[in-house]
């Protein structure tokens, strides 16, 4: 199965900052996912990101806050704009793998301050 | 994509069979019956899935009603490392939108 690097693991931000997620995949994927999951939830999906166009946002989510970049096949970013308490979660990315569903990366634990 | 239904939480004796439940009553003809799980603080992982036969991997069974209004994740000797919360999901095929629910807590007891 595809193979996803997540960086980084973890961080403590303070309120008003911005954070960048980086993810990497090991073989080139079409598209990219990026969920959260707010603590004590369960995942939300956030967008999906494909290369070459503007990623598409799921209602409640809003490109200024979460600006996508996907500049190739293997490589996507998620930015956490203006951050408060309220973003703290783990963000994840996904990616579909033919014979595994799909694959997630370890997550970004997020804790805002 | 099919509202999925699963209990909160279960128990489980290690080494026993860890039976999970999931209510899919409105998935449709091409919509596969995925299950993940996800150990705390990790990404959740692939388990199986399937359309309308029943399912076997090195991981686990997958166990589909005729009617395909629900299934059953079976872990046939569950251990320690099972413990994690488990999620039953719907997907049309061709599509890629997963909607997690709030899945199954499950505890195997040493």
């Known amino acids: 199965s595809a193979v996803i690097s997540q960086k980084p693991s973890r961080d403590i931000c303070q309120r008003g900052t911005s954070l960048t997620i980086q993810c990497q995949v090991d073989s080139q994927v079409t598209m990219m996912f990026w969920y959260r999951q707010q603590p004590g939830q369960s995942l939300t999906l956030i967008a999906t990101a494909n290369q070459g166009s503007e990623a598409t946002y799921e209602s409640g989510f809003v490109i200024d806050k979460f600006p996508i970049s996907r500049p190739n096949l293997t490589f996507s970013t998620l930015t956490v704009s203006n951050m408060s308490p309220e973003d703290s979660s783990i963000y994840l990315c996904s990616v579909e793998d033919r014979d595994y569903g799909y694959t997630f990366g370890s997550g970004t634990r997020l804790t805002v301050v | 994509d099919a509202k999925t239904t699963q209990p909160t939480s279960m128990d489980c004796a290690e080494g026993r069979a860890a039976n999970l439940p999931c209510n899919h009553s409105t998935i449709s003809g091409n919509e596969y019956v995925y299950w993940y799980r996800q150990i705390h603080s990790q990404g959740p992982q692939y388990i199986i899935h399937?359309?309308?036969n029943n399912e076997t991997n090195e991981m686990a069974s997958l166990i589909i009603t005729e009617d395909r209004k629900s299934s059953t994740l079976i872990l046939p000797h569950a251990t320690l490392r099972d413990t994690a919360v488990y999620y039953c999901i719907g997907l049309v095929s061709g599509t890629y939108k997963y909607i997690f629910g709030t899945g199954t807590r499950l505890k195997v007891l040493a």
């Open positions: 399937g359309l309308k």
